[in-house]
Structure formats: structure tokens, C-alpha cells
């Protein structure tokens, strides 16, 4: 496990020299951009907006991160070949996937909470105080890094076993079906064979539920999220990630390095 | 170095002179494609559903954004005084549906609805429809029951239903007391100026936008007209008693001690009387043309 730790510290530190926190500057202009003009061109909505914007802000970077970095973390040390010379110390595989998905995590925690502070800063710009509902969207960034390990895990498992871009094109394919399982619990069973029917529901139970951590417009209306949903959904997060971790590890394991 | 220097003698003559000549050519494109295009005011995609399927889990920022359209086609219709809003309902319709819970759009769109034209669509109707989807989303937000008995009490003179939807809204949490005394009051007596009085006032005082309040403001300054030339009505029957004809002008109804000098407007505009003997506005009021336009679409 310490082994892993160096390997996740490592991982942070080229993210960070590879200027990944660079975004918090993009995230920064466009919070500013937003708090003067919302304001300017709509009704009673700047605090909402701000929630909302801020909110998708922080998951379109973080999802952007999480794709194309944690589809590189395995691709990029393998076209290096630095990975040889890793390998060669003693580390295990799974220790080095480990240790490489903490790194990435870290790096989106960092990234994330220096843009759940900036929009806390913007919210109390524009609403000149903070209250104790605005805690909500503290739990709605907690639960957008619980699904950006998820999708960091997915991307792992994808660039163990296939091109990068395939890897990409994978895990952003699964990302968008899940955020639509909701769609595929509701489509009609009644019209479909018992065997599409039963194939339908198993899909929809097993495929990763992106929507369970969306709480954006609760956020946005100062809506408190229960303290069993936080618990749900951070078991929900450890147990997929544990899962799809598992079967990275044992992909890699067996891949053939030569 | 002699190269370098010149490129940079190029660059800084190009890119001033560059930008320049795109900055005149784009003022010439746009005008040229303004006198070829007519206005054209579209909603691509109409249905709500899909474009909550289509937003990801983006949906309450598209919903802000929808909303924002919302009040910029609503802005630039009324700016322009056109009463054509036939896309206030259906952006209306997706704001909603992409964010259920943004209590705004239901108690502005209801106003912007509701009213009649050149001020609103004239669809009381869909205003109704609008606060009932609001009220289902939202059941325990007693606004909405204010609104909803405002749409029906003002744009479809129903004071049943208006006195329904005041009493359901009190029985809300934290509504304001009046909401039971104004149901009592529209059961009881309809349309009454101190009723209608109330009810922009609490928009005006309610309100946050200045449009809204702007508007509030014109509807309590003609309802205090209505109110006043009433009242000089009244004077001018008085005066008709006594004098055996009514008064051709309101410095005779002075002279005769009924009035102690002539009233104005809220705007300050000395009052008149018309042809047919009745008080009404001064031609000089900006109140004229508003109460004229008004009064042309109800």
C-alpha cells in the first residue's frame, strides 16, 4: 500500500507540472463573467444561475480531466517506457494502477475543492452573506468527485486493455448511458419480450447510475440532501470503484507488456 | 535580428490594420444580411422532455439559460410594443420541465402570460396552466395561490375561482394572513378597486425586477385615476343638482366650493372634463396613452 501511496504522489505531481490546475483559471474567469453579468440580462435567478453554473463548471472540467488524463495515466507510461523501468522495481501491477487511480483522485480533489472555494466566493459576492442551506453545495461537489473516481476507475479498466482513443470513446459512452439508466428503467416492459424485459432491468441495475450524484438543481434551490443519500451514494462510489479497479488489476495483470 | 525586427514592424502594422478592416466588414455584413433577413424569432427544439434528455445532468443550467431567453424575448417584444408572444408559452414549457423547482419562471411567466397585450400574450389560459404545473411541483409555495387568484381575478374576472385559489394559499406555510381576508373579501364582493389596489401593491412591493415594478406602478397610478375620476364624477352630479347642468369645466366645480383646487393625476396632470361632462385624464398625461392602450386590448 505505501508503494501505491508513492506511485499516487508521483501521479499528483506530474498532473500538477503538467499544468492539469490551469482550469481553476478558466473556472475563475468564467465564475467572475457570470456573478456581473447574470445580473444584467435575466430575473431573480443570480443565485440559482451562479449554484448552476458553478456546479456544471466543476463536472464538465473534472469529467474532461478524468477522461483524457485517466485514459493517458496507463497509455502514456507505456509509450514512454517508463513503465518498464517501474516495473522492474518492486511494484506490483495492481499496486501501480492503485497508486496511479489515488493520484488522479487526489489531483481532482485539489482541483475540485479550489473550485467549490471559488464558488462559495462568488455566491457570497452576489448574495453578500452565506447561510447554513448553501452547505448543500458542498454536498453536490462531494458528490460530483465521488462520480469523477468513478469515471477515473472506468477509464483505467478501458486504457488496460485498448487504444486510447477507444479508451475515450469507452468510457464517455458509458458515462452518457449512465446518466440515462433512469430512461432504461422506465422504458415500457409491457411491450417488450420477457427475455428483453428481464435483460433490460439486469442492465439497468448493473450499469454504473451517474445520475445518483446528480443533485445540481437541489443545490440550486438551497434543497437539503438527505444524510442517507450522502451514504448511499458514497458506499455506491467506494463498491463500484472497488469493482472496476478489480478487473482493471486483473486486465493488466495479464497483459502482455513485451 | 534585422529579420525579427522587421516581423515585428509587420506584425504591428498588420494586426491594427487587420482587425480594423474586419471590424468595418463585419458592420457591412451585418447590415447587408439585415436588409436581406426578416426577423425571425425560432424554438428549435419544442419539446421540453427531449431537451432534458438532451441536457445531460445539465438540466438546471439549461433551465437558467432558458429562462434568461425567456426575459430577453419577452424584454425586446415589449421594448419594441409588439404583442406577438407566441413563443412565451413553449419556452416557458421547456424552462419548466428542465427545472421543475425554479419557482421564478412560473410567477413571472404567469405575469407575462397572463396580461393582456401590448403589456403580455393575453393568455390567460396557458398563465393558469402554468401555475397549476408550478403548484403540482411545488405544492407547499403559497405565492403560486397567489398568483394563480391574481390571473384569475384580474384577466378572467373569475372571483370564485380567485377566492378558491386565495384560501388554498393560506392554508400554505407562512402565508401572509391577508391571503384568507382577500378571499373572504373577493367572494363577497368581486372586483373591487380597494382589492385590486392591494393586489398590485403587494406586487409592487414584492417584486424585484423594475420592469415588474414599473408596470405595478402604472396599474396602481390608473386604478387611483379610475379611483379620482370617480370621485370628481360624483362632484360634477353635485354640482348638476345644484346648478341644474353639470359643469363644462373642473374650475367651475372650484369656484362653487366643491373642490379646493383642481386636482391632478398621479403624474401631476391637472384632471379634465370631456365632452360628455365625465372626468377623465389630461390630453397632456403620459397616463393617456398608457390608459388608451390599455383599454384597446381588454
Redesign the interface.
Known amino acids: 500500500m505505501r508503494r501505491a501511496g508513492v506511485v499516487a504522489l508521483n501521479t499528483f505531481r506530474e498532473a500538477v507540472r503538467d499544468r492539469v490546475l490551469y482550469s481553476l483559471v478558466f473556472f475563475a474567469l468564467l465564475m467572475m463573467a457570470a456573478a456581473v453579468a447574470v445580473g444584467q440580462v435575466s430575473i431573480g435567478i443570480e443565485q440559482t444561475v451562479i449554484v448552476s453554473l458553478g456546479l456544471s463548471a466543476i463536472s464538465v472540467i473534472g469529467v474532461l480531466i478524468s477522461v483524457f488524463i485517466g485514459v493517458a495515466l496507463v497509455s502514456k507510461e507505456m509509450d514512454k517506457r517508463t513503465l518498464y523501468a517501474l516495473l522492474a522495481k518492486p511494484v506490483r501491477r495492481w499496486e501501480f494502477l492503485l497508486g496511479k487511480f489515488g493520484g488522479l483522485v487526489l489531483t481532482l480533489a485539489v482541483n475540485t475543492a479550489a473550485m467549490a472555494l471559488g464558488l462559495l466566493l462568488v455566491m457570497l459576492y452576489v448574495k453578500h452573506s452565506l447561510e447554513r442551506s448553501d452547505a448543500v453545495v458542498l454536498v453536490a461537489v462531494y458528490f460530483i468527485l465521488l462520480k469523477l473516481a468513478l469515471i477515473v476507475a472506468l477509464a483505467l479498466l478501458f486504457s488496460c486493455f485498448t487504444t486510447p482513443l477507444l479508451a475515450i470513446l469507452f468510457t464517455v459512452g458509458l458515462y452518457i448511458v449512465g446518466l440515462y439508466v433512469q430512461e432504461l428503467r422506465d422504458l415500457p416492459v409491457e411491450v417488450m419480450s420477457p427475455a428483453m424485459a428481464a435483460f433490460t432491468k439486469w442492465l439497468s441495475r448493473l450499469l454504473p447510475n451517474f445520475e445518483n450524484f446528480n443533485v445540481m438543481a437541489m443545490a440550486a434551490h438551497g434543497r437539503a440532501v438527505p444524510g442517507a443519500l450522502i451514504l448511499q451514494n458514497t458506499l455506491y462510489a467506494v463498491v463500484y470503484c472497488t469493482i472496476v479497479l478489480t478487473a482493471a488489476a486483473v486486465v493488466f495483470s495479464r497483459r502482455n507488456l513485451k | 535580428m534585422k529579420s525579427e525586427k522587421t516581423i515585428a514592424w509587420v506584425l504591428l502594422l498588420v494586426l491594427p490594420l487587420g482587425f480594423a478592416a474586419i471590424w468595418r466588414l463585419q458592420h457591412g455584413i451585418d447590415a447587408q444580411r439585415a436588409a436581406l433577413s426578416q426577423e425571425r424569432d425560432d424554438v428549435l427544439l419544442r419539446s421540453g422532455r427531449l431537451v432534458k434528455?438532451m441536457s445531460?445532468?445539465?438540466?438546471?443550467?439549461l433551465?437558467?439559460i432558458y429562462?434568461?431567453r425567456v426575459?430577453?424575448y419577452y424584454g425586446n417584444k415589449h421594448v419594441r410594443g409588439q404583442a406577438n408572444l407566441e413563443l412565451l408559452w413553449p419556452l416557458l414549457d421547456i424552462t419548466t420541465t428542465l427545472?421543475p423547482?425554479?419557482l421564478?419562471s412560473y410567477r413571472?411567466g404567469a405575469m407575462f402570460l397572463s396580461q393582456a397585450a401590448p403589456a403580455g400574450a393575453g393568455r390567460p389560459d396557458l398563465a393558469v396552466q402554468l401555475i397549476q404545473r408550478g403548484i403540482q411541483a411545488n405544492p407547499e409555495y403559497w405565492r403560486l395561490y397567489e398568483d394563480l387568484g391574481f390571473v384569475y381575478y384580474f384577466d378572467l374576472k373569475d372571483y370564485p375561482k380567485a377566492a378558491e385559489a386565495f384560501l388554498e394559499g393560506s392554508k400554505k406555510p407562512n402565508a401572509q394572513l391577508w391571503m384568507k381576508v382577500m378571499a373572504a373579501k373577493v367572494a363577497a364582493e368581486g372586483d373591487s378597486f380597494a382589492t385590486s389596489m392591494f393586489l398590485w401593491k403587494d406586487i409592487y412591493d414584492s417584486t424585484?425586477?423594475p420592469s415588474?415594478k414599473k408596470n405595478a406602478l402604472l396599474h396602481l397610478q390608473l386604478l387611483k385615476v379610475r379611483g379620482d375620476c370617480k370621485q370628481l364624477d360624483a362632484l360634477a352630479d353635485e354640482y348638476a343638482k345644484r346648478y341644474g347642468k353639470r359643469p363644462a369645466r373642473i374650475s367651475q366645480m372650484v369656484q362653487a366650493g366643491l373642490l379646493r383646487g383642481i386636482p391632478g393625476d398621479p403624474l401631476g396632470f391637472a384632471y379634465i372634463l370631456g365632452e360628455n361632462g365625465k372626468a377623465e385624464l389630461n390630453l397632456d398625461s403620459p397616463l393617456l396613452e398608457q390608459q388608451l392602450l390599455l383599454d384597446r386590448f381588454k
Do not use: C, H, R, S
Open positions: 434528455i445531460l445532468e445539465y438540466a438546471p443550467l433551465a437558467d429562462w434568461t426575459v430577453q427545472d423547482n425554479l421564478i413571472f424585484p425586477d415588474v
